[in-house]
């Protein structure tokens, strides 16, 4: 026995030992060779040619390699030298490690994935062209998996196993109505891909036999485990998502959200059914059961009755092989090997070869001693029995403990990767919600401060309001003085009136006496000039007369010899007549005398009245200058209270227009509301009065009298201002917060115009240069936001909608037809001109597309035909237009989905007609067929609101409606195979280039994909508010939550 143990000592070890190397660069290069070695051994352990699923044990090991070089470089690496493109089997079973490693590998197997996108779609492509086998099974897995990369690439809060908390899965669409509305879009799309692999995979199965315990059904149902995985996390999110925006949304607009997730449910409940039923998933997984009827997203308490779905996997039985691990010989590379049959059947060799000196060799020796040796050889061969018995046993039980220890390392170092990846998701959530402690202690301190300032604005409320009531008896004094000065002013106007009376009597009184002395003054001296006149003719007679008695003197002295009687005669007569002449000449003196007396009487009584006159004018003129005095003091008081009973008009108006503004900012007035067709009346009364305001200080500045009036338009002024921003702040209250910030700045802005202008109509030289032309501009402004807010309907009169709805219907019908007029001239003018490949992609586009118009237009006679039907049930006696007017905003809806139809079939052929020419996008008409398939269920469910669930032609519009999606999904996948085919004859030719303009190349892309990328990020967010502005506008438009006229 010694010698036996002896010799079985000698044997060498078959245990291979690891020799440890160090030596700083060398050692790091031979742990990285051994990685690598290690992982190229598991990689084509678990993917390679034989129709087995994968083992878990190699598909762990991949898992750890990603976590240890935080990536999956080396797996790329080792996978890129498979011939996946030549074998199915090996691409299917290459598939699925890849899906083990994006779900459960490191975070950073995405990222280096997405470089290999490119390759995995094209093998995707070449696989789909079999229709049968592993080939159309691995096209569709290959298609799964780069949804899945792309998913977790534009949502990065996702992980690769989709486990996520109601609060990061609300971080995720980071509290945006648009990004979950996306999100759910892109779920939908995930979920689909899974559940196509689920049908392929089972209509590739003769679910007849019981497949699921072969080796090759084995292979194909392994995929599976990952799928269900996925499957029911995406199904509960879903679900959550749905519920979340069916809170934030109309129930109209997602209505394709429903009717996918029905459609979806269904398929998933029976799969998850058929899967739960066969052996294979009943050893490995736990399948969890969908409820009976989907969720109801229109009752939002089915949220609580709602219970996710949960998989539970085995921790012994993970996968097949484990059961028959003590069969296998290729566990492990470093297992104890069993020792070869050579050693056995080499026993001499171990105990020597020669036979003649061998006391074995028990054919040598002679029969007396023949029994104690066979004893003796039985005894021993019972003893070697027994060791190789012990020793296998042994080998067996190092060998089972070895693959329990590799396989507790290998959960180990994957729970330290959880861990780890725990610990760094706790640090976050713990600075998180540090950070979130930090903003509660400042929201806190703000809180307090704001009940502090809400304390003193209390206070400050409570002096303003004693102000106010001290203001307001100041204003009733003022009001008093004012009308106290109105009866002084007309006091004095009415003295005044009897001052200009009187003044007029005097200025009579004195052109009557200078009429009167003018009038003496000519007959005196028409008198004095006649008297003149018979003087001066008496003395011409006189002269006369005494020439004429000397020429009869001369004459009687020369006939004195003649005749003396003929002389005495004459003497006589002569001295008759000279007595005569001198009688007459002393009457004409006495005349001339009394005349003379009557004249200097005349005179005296003249001078005597013309100093009486005099007199009397000056001291008239007296009077009149102490009354012009006296009239100038009292209008000059009268001045002085016009100008104080206009001041204290400005003054009241200022008050008002900045208690007006005070309300803006007082926390009361928060609960204020108004409308926007109010404001718009009190803005025209305001405007109104304005220009009345304008007009009176005209009137004013040519006139001063004329101060009621403007006294008058100046407070109802101010009133009106001062209600125009109280009910403008009101109105802010009701609407989105980009307008309610506007019309804020529009409201303060006028209130401010007002306040400049009342400033400069307080003082005398400022009131000339008053300018009313910015507070106008201020309140068109406010009129201008208040007409863009109010509902559309309101602008029409009640006959219009019955017409606008014939016409919109009819512009629909028109631009339909001529939409498929234009796609037929495309497709001749195509036929024409294109060959090959772009004439078959232009055919098969147009061809897609007419029949979307067919569809769309099948689907608007079918609505007019429910329409009728609608309005004849439902207007009773009244008519048709009555119907529409009563019924205004479900024809308003009939307006907007019909413009949207019409002009989305106008749009989608422009971007056609763009496409067949080579100048436009294939995503352009993708985008175009998205959106008329929106309008037009916008339209169908415009048109079924009021209809009658039994009506024929509402059947006939589902039917329709349900041939539009179909026509909308023939045009995106008819653009999608043409851009795909367009695509395939751009092969990309580097053979000719140099490494240097390789590396250059490679560059300039990454720089671009870096550009895409911003550029896309950037597209998204502007996406997200064009939407946000597009239900702002639909729920102005609509009229959602429209208040009351008037505040509070």
Same mark, same amino acid.
């Given at each position: 026995?010694?010698?036996?143990?002896?010799?079985?000592?000698?044997?060498?070890?078959?245990?291979?030992?690891?020799?440890?190397?160090?030596?700083?660069?060398?050692?790091?290069?031979?742990?990285?060779?051994?990685?690598?070695?290690?992982?190229?051994v598991?990689?084509?352990?678990?993917?390679?040619?034989?129709?087995?699923?994968?083992?878990?044990?190699?598909?762990?090991?991949?898992?750890?390699?990603?976590?240890?070089?935080?990536?999956?470089?080396?797996?790329?690496?080792?996978?890129?030298?498979?011939?996946?493109?030549?074998?199915?089997?090996?691409?299917?079973?290459?598939?699925?490690?890849?899906?083990?490693?994006?779900?459960?590998?490191?975070?950073?197997?995405?990222?280096?994935?997405m470089?290999?996108?490119a390759?995995?779609?094209?093998?995707?492509?070449?696989?789909?062209?079999?229709?049968?086998?592993?080939?159309?099974l691995?096209?569709?897995?290959?298609?799964?998996?780069?949804?899945?990369?792309?998913?977790?690439?534009?949502?990065?809060?996702?992980?690769?196993?989709?486990?996520?908390?109601?609060?990061?899965?609300?971080?995720?669409?980071?509290?945006?109505?648009?990004?979950?509305?996306?999100?759910?879009?892109?779920?939908f799309?995930?979920?689909?891909?899974?559940l196509?692999?689920?049908?392929?995979?089972?209509?590739?199965?003769?679910?007849?036999?019981?497949?699921?315990?072969?080796?090759?059904?084995?292979?194909?149902?392994?995929?599976?485990?990952?799928?269900i995985?996925?499957?029911?996390?995406?199904?509960?999110?879903?679900?959550?998502?749905?519920?979340?925006?069916?809170?934030?949304?109309?129930?109209?607009?997602?209505?394709?959200h429903?009717?996918?997730?029905?459609e979806q449910?269904?398929?998933?409940?029976?799969?998850?059914?058929?899967?739960?039923?066969?052996?294979?998933?009943?050893?490995?997984?736990?399948?969890?059961?969908?409820?009976?009827?989907?969720?109801?997203?229109?009752?939002?308490?089915?949220?609580?009755?709602?219970?996710?779905?949960v998989?539970?996997?085995?921790?012994?039985?993970?996968?097949?092989?484990?059961?028959?691990?003590?069969?296998?010989?290729?566990?492990?590379?470093?297992?104890?090997?069993?020792?070869?049959?050579?050693?056995?059947?080499?026993?001499?060799?171990?105990?020597?070869?020669?036979?003649?000196?061998?006391?074995?060799?028990?054919?040598?020796?002679?029969?007396?001693?023949k029994?104690?040796?066979?004893?003796?050889?039985?005894?021993?061969?019972?003893?070697?029995?027994?060791?190789?018995?012990?020793?296998?046993s042994?080998?067996?039980?190092?060998?089972?403990?070895?693959?329990?220890?590799?396989?507790?390392?290998?959960?180990?170092?994957?729970?330290?990767?959880?861990?780890?990846?725990?610990?760094?998701?706790?640090?976050?959530?713990?600075?998180?919600?540090?950070?979130?402690?930090?903003?509660?202690?400042?929201?806190?301190?703000?809180?307090?401060?704001?009940?502090?300032?809400?304390?003193?604005?209390?206070?400050?409320?409570?002096?303003?309001?004693?102000?106010?009531?001290?203001?307001?008896?100041?204003?009733?004094?003022?009001?008093?003085?004012?009308?106290?000065?109105?009866?002084?002013?007309?006091?004095?106007?009415?003295?005044?009136?009897?001052?200009?009376?009187?003044?007029?009597?005097?200025?009579?009184?004195?052109?009557?006496?200078?009429?009167?002395?003018?009038?003496?003054?000519?007959?005196?001296?028409?008198?004095?000039?006649?008297?003149? !006149?018979? =003087? *001066?003719?008496?003395?011409? &007679?006189?002269? %006369?007369?005494?020439?004429? /008695?000397? #020429?009869?003197?001369? $004459?009687?002295?020369?006939?004195?010899?003649?005749?003396?009687?003929?002389?005495?005669?004459?003497?006589?007569?002569?001295?008759?007549?000279?007595?005569?002449?001198?009688?007459?000449?002393?009457?004409?003196?006495?005349?001339?005398?009394?005349?003379?007396?009557?004249?200097?009487?005349?005179?005296?009584?003249?001078?005597?009245?013309?100093?009486?006159?005099?007199?009397?004018? !000056?001291? =008239? *003129?007296?009077?009149?200058? &102490?009354?012009? %005095?006296?009239?100038?003091? /009292?209008? #000059?008081?009268?001045? $002085?209270?016009?100008?104080?009973?206009?001041?204290?008009?400005?003054?009241?108006?200022?008050?008002?227009?900045?208690?007006?503004?005070?309300?803006?900012?007082?926390?009361?007035?928060?609960?204020?509301?108004?409308?926007?067709?109010?404001?718009?009346?009190?803005?025209?009364?305001?405007?109104?009065?304005?220009?009345?305001?304008?007009?009176?200080?005209?009137?004013?500045l040519?006139?001063?009298?004329?101060?009621?009036?403007?006294?008058?338009?100046?407070?109802?002024?101010?009133?009106?201002?001062?209600?125009?921003?109280?009910?403008g702040?009101?109105?802010?209250?009701?609407?989105?917060?980009?307008?309610?910030?506007?019309?804020?700045?529009?409201?303060?802005?006028?209130?401010?115009?007002?306040?400049?202008?009342?400033?400069?109509?307080?003082?005398?030289?400022?009131?000339?240069?008053?300018?009313?032309?910015?507070?106008?501009?201020?309140?068109?402004?406010?009129?201008?936001?208040?007409?863009?807010?109010?509902?559309?309907?309101?602008?029409?009169?009640?006959?219009?909608?019955?017409?606008l709805?014939?016409?919109?219907?009819?512009?629909?019908?028109?631009?339909v037809?001529?939409?498929?007029?234009?796609?037929?001239?495309?497709?001749?003018?195509?036929?024409?001109?294109?060959?090959?490949?772009?004439?078959e992609?232009?055919?098969?586009?147009?061809?897609?597309c007419?029949?979307?118009?067919?569809?769309?237009?099948?689907?608007?006679?079918?609505?007019?035909?429910?329409?009728?039907?609608?309005?004849?049930?439902?207007?009773?006696?009244?008519?048709?237009?009555?119907?529409?007017?009563?019924?205004?905003?479900?024809?308003?809806?009939?307006?907007?989905?019909?413009?949207?139809?019409?002009?989305?079939?106008?749009?989608?052929?422009?971007?056609?007609?763009?496409?067949?020419?080579?100048?436009?996008?294939?995503?352009?008409l993708?985008?175009?067929?998205?959106?008329?398939?929106?309008?037009?269920?916008?339209?169908?469910?415009?048109?079924?609101?009021?209809?009658?669930?039994?009506?024929?032609?509402?059947?006939?519009?589902?039917?329709?409606?349900?041939?539009?999606?179909?026509?909308?999904?023939?045009?995106?996948?008819?653009?999608?195979?043409?851009?795909?085919?367009?695509?395939?004859?751009?092969?990309?030719?580097?053979?000719?280039?140099?490494?240097?303009?390789?590396?250059?190349?490679?560059?300039?892309?990454?720089?671009?994909?870096?550009e895409?990328?911003?550029?896309?990020?950037?597209?998204?967010?502007?996406?997200?508010?064009?939407?946000?502005?597009?239900?702002?506008?639909?729920?102005?438009?609509?009229?959602?939550?429209?208040?009351?006229?008037?505040?509070?």
């Open positions: 026995m010694d010698r036996v143990k002896s010799s079985m000592q000698q044997v060498p070890n078959a245990i291979p030992k690891v020799i440890r190397r160090t030596g700083g660069a060398n050692s790091l290069e031979l742990e990285k060779e051994n990685f690598e070695r290690g992982q190229a598991s990689i084509n352990k678990a993917i390679n040619t034989q129709e087995v699923a994968v083992k878990e044990k190699h598909a762990r090991t991949c898992i750890l390699g990603t976590h240890h070089e935080k990536g999956a470089h080396t797996f790329w690496a080792a996978v890129n030298r498979l011939p996946l493109s030549s074998n199915a089997v090996l691409c299917w079973k290459f598939c699925h490690v890849f899906h083990k490693l994006l779900r459960d590998g490191h975070p950073n197997v995405i990222k280096d994935s470089r290999n996108k390759d995995l779609t094209d093998m995707s492509r070449m696989w789909g062209h079999l229709s049968e086998g592993y080939g159309k691995c096209s569709i897995y290959l298609k799964l998996l780069i949804t899945k990369m792309e998913f977790h690439i534009k949502n990065p809060r996702f992980p690769g196993n989709l486990q996520m908390s109601n609060r990061q899965l609300d971080e995720a669409g980071e509290n945006d109505v648009n990004n979950f509305f996306q999100l759910t879009v892109e779920m799309d995930y979920l689909e891909c899974e196509n692999l689920f049908l392929g995979v089972f209509s590739s199965l003769d679910m007849s036999r019981s497949v699921s315990v072969t080796a090759a059904g084995q292979c194909r149902l392994a995929p599976l485990i990952q799928v995985l996925d499957s029911s996390h995406l199904y509960d999110y879903t679900v959550k998502l749905l519920f979340k925006l069916h809170s934030c949304l109309p129930a109209d607009t997602l209505q394709g429903r009717d996918r997730f029905q449910f269904k398929k998933l409940k029976s799969l998850f059914y058929r899967s739960s039923n066969l052996q294979y998933f009943k050893r490995l997984i736990q399948i969890p059961q969908l409820p009976e009827n989907p969720p109801n997203f229109l009752r939002a308490s089915a949220l609580s009755e709602h219970i996710s779905p998989v539970v996997i085995p921790a012994e039985s993970s996968s097949p092989e484990l059961e028959h691990v003590v069969e296998t010989d290729d566990l492990v590379d470093t297992d104890v090997p069993v020792l070869p049959p050579a050693l056995e059947t080499k026993f001499d060799d171990l105990f020597g070869t020669s036979a003649a000196i061998d006391p074995f060799n028990f054919n040598s020796q002679n029969g007396m001693r029994d104690d040796k066979d004893r003796l050889i039985e005894q021993l061969t019972r003893e070697i029995q027994a060791l190789k018995d012990e020793l296998d042994f080998r067996l039980e190092s060998g089972r403990l070895c693959q329990a220890l590799r396989g507790r390392v290998n959960e180990l170092e994957a729970e330290l990767a959880e861990q780890s990846h725990l610990r760094l998701q706790a640090a976050g959530e713990s600075e998180f919600l540090k950070a979130e402690l930090d903003d509660l202690r400042r929201v806190r301190e703000d809180t307090e401060k704001e009940q502090r300032s809400l304390t003193e604005i209390e206070k400050k409320a409570q002096a303003n309001e004693q102000r106010y009531t001290k203001l307001k008896e100041k204003y009733s004094e003022l009001v008093q003085s004012h009308a106290d000065l109105l009866r002084k002013n007309a006091e004095v106007t009415r003295q005044m009136t009897v001052a200009r009376a009187a003044q007029d009597e005097v200025d009579a009184v004195r052109r009557e006496m200078q009429e009167k002395m003018k009038a003496a003054q000519e007959v005196a001296d028409r008198q004095e000039r006649e008297q003149l !006149e018979q =003087l *001066q003719e008496l003395q011409r &007679e006189l002269v %006369s007369s005494r020439t004429e /008695l000397d #020429s009869l003197k001369t $004459t009687m002295a020369l006939s004195q010899q003649a005749s003396s009687e003929v002389l005495g005669t004459q003497l006589v007569t002569l001295e008759s007549e000279k007595a005569e002449l001198v009688q007459s000449l002393s009457k004409v003196e006495a005349e001339l005398a009394v005349r003379g007396e009557e004249l200097e009487r005349v005179q005296s009584s003249l001078a005597t009245e013309r100093e009486s006159g005099v007199k009397t004018a !000056e001291a =008239l *003129q007296n009077q009149l200058n &102490e009354k012009e %005095s006296r009239e100038q003091s /009292l209008e #000059s008081q009268l001045v $002085t209270a016009r100008w104080s009973s206009l001041q204290g008009a400005v003054e009241e108006a200022e008050k008002i227009i900045r208690d007006s503004l005070a309300q803006i900012d007082d926390p009361v007035h928060i609960s204020c509301t108004s409308s926007a067709d109010y404001l718009a009346t009190r803005c025209q009364a305001s405007l109104g009065c304005i220009d009345r305001l304008h007009s009176a200080r005209e009137a004013f040519a006139d001063n009298t004329g101060v009621s009036e403007l006294v008058r338009v100046v407070t109802q002024c101010g009133h009106l201002v001062g209600d125009t921003i109280v009910q702040s009101a109105t802010s209250h009701m609407v989105p917060v980009e307008q309610a910030d506007a019309l804020s700045e529009s409201v303060k802005a006028c209130g401010a115009e007002a306040l400049t202008m009342l400033g400069q109509m307080k003082q005398q030289d400022s009131l000339t240069a008053a300018d009313n032309g910015k507070l106008k501009a201020a309140l068109e402004a406010i009129l201008a936001t208040a007409e863009k807010l109010r509902p559309r309907g309101l602008e029409l009169q009640q006959g219009e909608l019955g017409d709805v014939e016409q919109e219907m009819a512009a629909t019908s028109a631009a037809e001529s939409a498929a007029t234009r796609i037929e001239e495309m497709l001749n003018k195509s036929r024409a001109v294109d060959t090959g490949i772009k004439m992609v232009n055919e098969r586009i147009l061809a897609s007419t029949e979307l118009m067919r569809a769309i237009k099948e689907l608007v006679l079918s609505s007019k035909n429910l329409q009728r039907d609608i309005v004849e049930s439902g207007r009773g006696a009244a008519s048709m237009k009555e119907f529409y007017a009563k019924n205004s905003r479900w024809t308003e809806g009939l307006i907007s989905a019909s413009k949207a139809v019409g002009w989305g079939a106008t749009v989608m052929v422009d971007a056609a007609d763009l496409v067949v020419q080579g100048k436009g996008k294939f995503e352009e993708m985008v175009c067929s998205h959106e008329i398939a929106a309008s037009t269920a916008q339209l169908v469910a415009a048109s079924k609101v009021k209809a009658d669930k039994d009506s024929g032609n509402l059947h006939r519009l589902q039917q329709a409606s349900r041939g539009v999606t179909q026509a909308t999904a023939a045009v995106v996948a008819s653009t999608k195979s043409g851009k795909s085919q367009i695509e395939e004859t751009d092969t990309m030719d580097f053979s000719s280039m140099t490494l240097t303009q390789i590396k250059r190349q490679e560059m300039d892309a990454q720089v671009l994909v870096l895409l990328e911003t550029r896309l990020q950037k597209e998204r967010e502007r996406l997200g508010e064009l939407r946000k502005k597009h239900y702002e506008l639909a729920g102005v438009a609509e009229g959602w939550g429209e208040p009351e006229e008037g505040t509070g």
